[in-house]
């Protein structure tokens, strides 16, 4: 996966921006490239160690990527006291098979990870930030 390095520095703001909190989002882009991240709003009842994304955001980000030509090729999200690895909750609720799961944390370790549905499991990808 191919991400600006301007990409990876609003995603490390944003993390920091709620430093008690994970934050996440939406990304957008084409062939393995992302061009444009969208914030979205961490809905879950325990965010200090969880995130669940706002549908309503999903669906903004979907209507987005339309207009612009994109697709959405995966998602963010901050561990802001740990490492960006995914945690047994972002094991049990992946959902998007083949999407991107970018993690992050606030000292700006961030890695990639593809979700293969079948395997139930994630393998790490490479991340070129360019
Ligand atoms: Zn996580």
């Not at 965010?47 to 706002?54: K, L, N, V």
């Not at 970018?102 to 994630?122: M, P, R, T």
Request: charged residues 25%.
């Amino acid at each position: 996966m191919r991400v600006s390095g301007k990409l990876v520095k609003k995603m490390v703001e944003h993390a920091r921006e709620k430093a008690e909190e994970e934050v996440c989002g939406i990304i957008l882009g084409k062939n393995n490239r992302a061009l444009m991240i969208m914030r979205a709003t961490n809905t879950s009842e325990n965010p200090e160690y969880t995130y669940s994304m706002s549908v309503r955001d999903i669906i903004r980000a979907y209507d987005t990527a339309q207009e612009l030509a994109y697709v959405i090729i995966g998602f963010y999200h901050s561990h802001p006291c740990g490492s960006p690895v995914p945690s047994g909750i972002d094991i049990a609720r992946a959902t998007w098979d083949g999407a991107y799961y970018v993690i992050l944390n606030l000292e700006g370790d961030i890695k990639a990870w593809n979700w293969q549905g079948d395997k139930k499991k994630f393998s790490e990808e490479k991340l070129i930030i360019e």
